[in-house]
């Protein structure tokens, strides 16, 4: 099945996960109804891996499509 993303999220804050999140960072987000009704956030790391992670760590964007484009965030 495949992912459906569910926007873009920036990292504030990266305590007790500085391996695997940089703060300030984009990242894209994965649909997830779990996670949503459990206060987490399926977020795509650089290896195009997704992994969950506690929503409150993150603050949701709305980008325009040309900056995506030039972020690389989509094709």
């Known amino acids: 099945m495949a992912a459906t993303t569910n926007g873009d999220v920036v990292c504030l804050q990266n305590d007790g ?3 695997s999140q940089e703060g300030r960072k984009l990242y894209r987000v994965i649909r997830d109804a779990y996670a949503e009704a459990n206060h987490l956030i399926r977020v795509v790391d ?3 891996e997704d992994y969950l992670y506690p929503a409150r760590l993150f603050r949701r964007l709305d980008l325009p499509v040309s900056v995506r ?7």
């Open 46 to 48: 650089e290896s195009c």
């Open 17 to 19: 996960y500085a391996v």
């Open 69 to 75: 484009r030039a972020l690389r965030l989509v094709s």
